[in-house]
């Protein structure tokens, strides 16, 4: 990202929290958090289960590379995916498809052969949030069900039409023609993973990932004393990020703050329990990820600095080729080259 971009997300990440702290007032929570002993162990449990979340998705991701045919090292599959997780302060997380440019880098795989992985990883994480966050429908406002029911018809839908005839017609459009032979090889690669088998293999896998963000969100809440169901938890977790993935803020910053400190509102916790479950979950969640998404991003940016490196340095001790003067022979007493600077040169 530009300098720019991550000012606006420090500016983002800040009014954030400090909105959060002003709302359930900084003594109330500072106080909560003396009072809350068991709010440590509750804390590093929730970064267990995020790691849970993690590891789920990861093994969707190996699932999908081996649909497309892609055999590289799980090395560089685990670094690339890990890496990727910082990506998601990037806006409505497009920035994930450089995934698809480090493993084209480290494992030579094409980029339009990976970026369907990519792609299906971000639908399949929208149709699971949807179900998760409709389980309850019943505790939530109409409008708010309304709205996730319109996302998941609407996940559904593009992602027909992509691997449909449709997609083969708007690859014919004068704004994608440019691009026509890698985005048909892409548009292949989305048909072999949106088969229902693979689908349906997808959408548990990343329902499972997601619950384990709404178990966190419950046992910070249980480490606070209080008392929240985890089939209120899960779903409040989930209707928070598609608020935030909707308005395709970095990270969903802010929509996702303000929507699950208006839920757990709802659902009966007073603001400091609110501000504080949200604050802890989102760093348990969201900067836990992108944390340990830096260093891997940081180690890969090492790693391939140093391969290249290697590639174009020339080899220590190798003779270095003398420029011709020109209209001289490159070597030999030839062409009037005087004698003793031939034998001097051997």
Same mark, same amino acid.
């Given at each position: 990202?530009?300098? $720019?971009?991550?000012?606006? %997300?420090?500016?983002?990440?800040?009014?954030?929290?400090?909105? &959060?702290?002003?709302?359930?007032?900084?003594?109330?929570?500072?106080?909560?958090?003396?009072?809350?002993?068991?709010?440590?162990?509750?804390? *590093?449990?929730? &970064?267990? %289960?995020? !790691?849970?979340?993690?590891?789920?998705?990861? !093994?969707?991701?190996?699932?999908?590379?081996?649909?497309?045919?892609?055999? =590289?090292? %799980?090395?560089?599959?685990?670094?690339?995916?890990?890496?990727?997780?910082?990506?998601?302060?990037?806006?409505?997380?497009?920035?994930?498809?450089?995934?698809? !440019?480090?493993?084209?880098?480290? =494992?030579?795989?094409?980029?339009?052969?990976?970026?369907? +992985?990519?792609?299906?990883?971000?639908?399949?994480?929208? !149709? @699971? #949030?949807?179900?998760?966050?409709?389980?309850?429908?019943?505790?939530?406002?109409?409008?708010?069900?309304?709205?996730?029911?319109?996302?998941?018809?609407?996940?559904?839908?593009?992602?027909?039409?992509?691997?449909?005839?449709?997609?083969?017609?708007?690859? $014919?459009?004068?704004?994608?023609? $440019?691009? /026509?032979?890698? %985005?048909?090889?892409?548009?292949?690669?989305?048909?072999?993973?949106?088969?229902?088998?693979?689908?349906?293999?997808? #959408?548990?896998?990343?329902?499972?990932?997601? +619950?384990?963000?709404?178990?966190?969100?419950?046992?910070?809440?249980?480490?606070?004393?209080?008392?929240?169901?985890?089939?209120?938890?899960?779903?409040?977790?989930?209707?928070? +990020? &598609?608020?935030?993935? #909707?308005?395709?803020?970095?990270?969903?910053?802010?929509?996702?703050?303000? @929507?699950?400190?208006?839920?757990?509102? /709802?659902?009966?916790?007073?603001?400091?329990?609110?501000?504080? +479950?949200?604050?802890?979950?989102?760093?348990?969640?969201?900067?836990?990820?992108?944390?340990?998404?830096?260093?891997?991003?940081?180690?890969? @940016?090492?790693?391939?600095?140093?391969?290249?490196?290697?590639?174009?340095?020339?080899?220590?001790?190798?003779?270095? *080729?003398?420029?011709?003067?020109?209209?001289?022979? #490159?070597?030999?007493?030839?062409?009037?080259?005087? *004698?003793?600077?031939? =034998?001097?040169? /051997?």
């Amino acid at each position: 990202m530009s300098g $720019r971009n991550w000012l606006i %997300l420090l500016l983002l990440t800040v009014a954030a929290f400090a909105g &959060l702290l002003f709302y359930g007032d900084l003594r109330e929570v500072r106080g909560l958090v003396e009072d809350s002993p068991s709010l440590y162990p509750a804390f *590093a449990a929730a &970064l267990g %289960l995020a !790691v849970i979340n993690y590891a789920l998705r990861y !093994v969707r991701w190996l699932m999908y590379l081996r649909a497309l045919g892609i055999r =590289a090292p %799980l090395t560089v599959t685990l670094w690339v995916f890990v890496g990727g997780l910082a990506l998601s302060i990037t806006p409505g997380k497009a920035g994930e498809l450089l995934k698809s !440019v480090w493993l084209s880098r480290r =494992a030579g795989v094409p980029v339009a052969t990976s970026a369907p +992985a990519v792609v299906m990883e971000r639908l399949t994480d929208l !149709v @699971s #949030v949807c179900l998760l966050g409709l389980t309850g429908a019943l505790l939530l406002p109409t409008t708010i069900a309304l709205v996730v029911v319109g996302i998941l018809a609407a996940v559904i839908v593009v992602g027909a039409l992509a691997a449909s005839r449709f997609g083969s017609a708007a690859l $014919r459009l004068p704004v994608l023609r $440019r691009w /026509q032979e890698p %985005l048909a090889e892409s548009r292949d690669g989305l048909r072999r993973l949106m088969t229902p088998r693979m689908l349906a293999a997808a #959408v548990i896998l990343g329902g499972l990932a997601w +619950a384990a963000e709404g178990l966190a969100l419950w046992i910070i809440i249980a480490g606070m004393g209080e008392d929240l169901s985890t089939l209120i938890a899960i779903p409040i977790s989930a209707v928070a +990020a &598609l608020v935030g993935a #909707v308005t395709a803020l970095p990270g969903g910053l802010i929509g996702f703050e303000g @929507s699950m400190v208006a839920l757990l509102r /709802q659902s009966g916790l007073e603001a400091p329990e609110a501000a504080l +479950a949200t604050l802890l979950t989102r760093l348990a969640t969201l900067w836990f990820a992108v944390l340990i998404g830096l260093l891997a991003w940081l180690w890969l @940016s090492r790693t391939e600095s140093a391969r290249l490196s290697t590639e174009w340095a020339p080899a220590v001790g190798a003779p270095v *080729a003398e420029a011709p003067i020109e209209g001289l022979p #490159v070597d030999g007493p030839e062409a009037g080259a005087p *004698a003793e600077i031939y =034998a001097e040169r /051997q």
